[in-house]
C-alpha cells in the first residue's frame, strides 16, 4: 500500500471516529459546539423514537403557584378573631385585640295593657303562656275584693277572680288575673225561700249579710207581699245577688 492510500485510510478512519464520537453527546453539547440554543431541537434528530445513543431531553414541568392562605385577615381561609372582653369603659388607644362590653341581659318590661282589657293596673303582674292571662303574687292580707279594686277598680270583679281561681277560700301564694271578663252578667237577683221562722230581716241577713238590707228585699217583692210583716214559711221571694 502506498503513501497516499495510507492517508486515506487514516482520514476515513478519523472521520468514523469522529461521526462516532459525535453521535454519543447530547443535543446540549453538539449545539453548543456549534453555537447555538442548546434548548433549540436539532433537525437529525427523529421525530418518531430517540436514538439509543441520544440522551433524551426532558420536557419542562409546568409550575402550579400556590397562594397561601391568609389567617385573620377579612375572608381568609381559617379566619380567626380574638374578642377581649373588658369591663368599664373601651381605652381607643389599645391596639391589636379587639374589645367588647359584657352586655347585661335585657329585662323583660312590665305588662302592658291593651286596648279592649278590663285591667286598670298590672302592678305586680307576671307573664303566662296565655297573653291575656297573668299571675299575681298578693300581698298577705288581700282579699278578693281588695284585689278587686286594685285590679278592675271595681270590687264586683271579685267574682271573676273567684271564678279563675276556684278553691280558693281566699288569695293563694299565686293568683290567676284574667285581662278580659269573660263572665256572663251577674244576675240582678235571685230567687230564694223564706224558712221557718224567718222575717225579712233573718232573710236579708241569711242572703245578703245584713238585716238592714231587708227594705231591699221588700221592694223587690212588693207583687208578693203587702206587709212586710206578713211574710211566712215557703215563701219565694226575689233577693239582690251578692257580688
Same mark, same amino acid.
Given at each position: 500500500m502506498g503513501k497516499t492510500e495510507k492517508i486515506v485510510v487514516l482520514s476515513v478512519l478519523f472521520a468514523v471516529v469522529v461521526l462516532?464520537?459525535?453521535s454519543l453527546q447530547g443535543p446540549e453539547a453538539r449545539a453548543a459546539a456549534a453555537g447555538g440554543d442548546p434548548t433549540a431541537p436539532t433537525t437529525d434528530e427523529?421525530?418518531?423514537?430517540?436514538?439509543?445513543? &441520544?440522551?433524551?431531553?426532558?420536557?419542562?414541568?409546568?409550575?402550579?403557584?400556590?397562594?397561601?392562605?391568609?389567617? $385573620?385577615?377579612?375572608? $381568609?381561609?381559617? &379566619?380567626t378573631e380574638?374578642?377581649?372582653?373588658?369591663?368599664?369603659? !373601651?381605652?381607643?388607644?389599645?391596639?391589636?385585640?379587639?374589645?367588647?362590653?359584657?352586655?347585661?341581659p335585657e329585662q323583660p318590661e312590665g305588662i302592658q295593657l291593651k286596648a279592649g282589657w278590663d285591667l286598670v293596673s298590672s302592678a305586680g303582674l307576671e307573664h303566662t303562656v296565655d297573653p291575656e292571662m297573668m299571675i299575681l303574687r298578693p300581698a298577705s292580707g288581700s282579699t278578693w275584693a281588695s284585689l278587686a279594686v286594685t285590679l278592675y277598680g271595681d270590687e264586683g270583679?271579685?267574682?271573676?277572680l273567684r271564678h279563675y281561681?276556684? $278553691?280558693?277560700?281566699?288569695? $293563694?301564694?299565686?293568683?290567676?288575673?284574667?285581662?278580659i271578663n269573660d263572665l256572663d252578667p251577674?244576675?240582678?237577683?235571685?230567687?230564694?225561700?223564706?224558712?221557718?221562722?224567718?222575717?225579712?230581716?233573718?232573710?236579708?241577713?241569711?242572703?245578703?249579710g245584713s238585716g238592714a238590707r231587708w227594705k231591699e228585699i221588700?221592694?223587690?217583692?212588693?207583687? !208578693? !207581699?203587702?206587709?212586710?210583716?206578713?211574710?211566712?214559711?215557703?215563701?219565694?221571694? &226575689?233577693v239582690p245577688a251578692a257580688n
Amino acid at each position: 500500500m502506498g503513501k497516499t492510500e495510507k492517508i486515506v485510510v487514516l482520514s476515513v478512519l478519523f472521520a468514523v471516529v469522529v461521526l462516532f464520537v459525535w453521535s454519543l453527546q447530547g443535543p446540549e453539547a453538539r449545539a453548543a459546539a456549534a453555537g447555538g440554543d442548546p434548548t433549540a431541537p436539532t433537525t437529525d434528530e427523529p421525530t418518531d423514537s430517540a436514538n439509543v445513543f &441520544q440522551r433524551a431531553t426532558p420536557k419542562p414541568r409546568p409550575v402550579i403557584k400556590l397562594e397561601e392562605p391568609t389567617i $385573620g385577615g377579612p375572608g $381568609g381561609f381559617g &379566619q380567626t378573631e380574638e374578642v377581649a372582653i373588658a369591663e368599664g369603659p !373601651i381605652n381607643p388607644n389599645e391596639q391589636g385585640l379587639l374589645t367588647s362590653r359584657i352586655v347585661e341581659p335585657e329585662q323583660p318590661e312590665g305588662i302592658q295593657l291593651k286596648a279592649g282589657w278590663d285591667l286598670v293596673s298590672s302592678a305586680g303582674l307576671e307573664h303566662t303562656v296565655d297573653p291575656e292571662m297573668m299571675i299575681l303574687r298578693p300581698a298577705s292580707g288581700s282579699t278578693w275584693a281588695s284585689l278587686a279594686v286594685t285590679l278592675y277598680g271595681d270590687e264586683g270583679r271579685a267574682r271573676l277572680l273567684r271564678h279563675y281561681n276556684e $278553691g280558693m277560700v281566699v288569695p $293563694g301564694e299565686q293568683v290567676l288575673v284574667p285581662a278580659i271578663n269573660d263572665l256572663d252578667p251577674a244576675p240582678a237577683y235571685i230567687t230564694v225561700e223564706v224558712l221557718e221562722g224567718e222575717s225579712l230581716w233573718l232573710v236579708s241577713e241569711r242572703t245578703l249579710g245584713s238585716g238592714a238590707r231587708w227594705k231591699e228585699i221588700f221592694d223587690l217583692n212588693r207583687g !208578693i !207581699i203587702s206587709d212586710a210583716s206578713k211574710v211566712r214559711a215557703g215563701m219565694m221571694l &226575689q233577693v239582690p245577688a251578692a257580688n
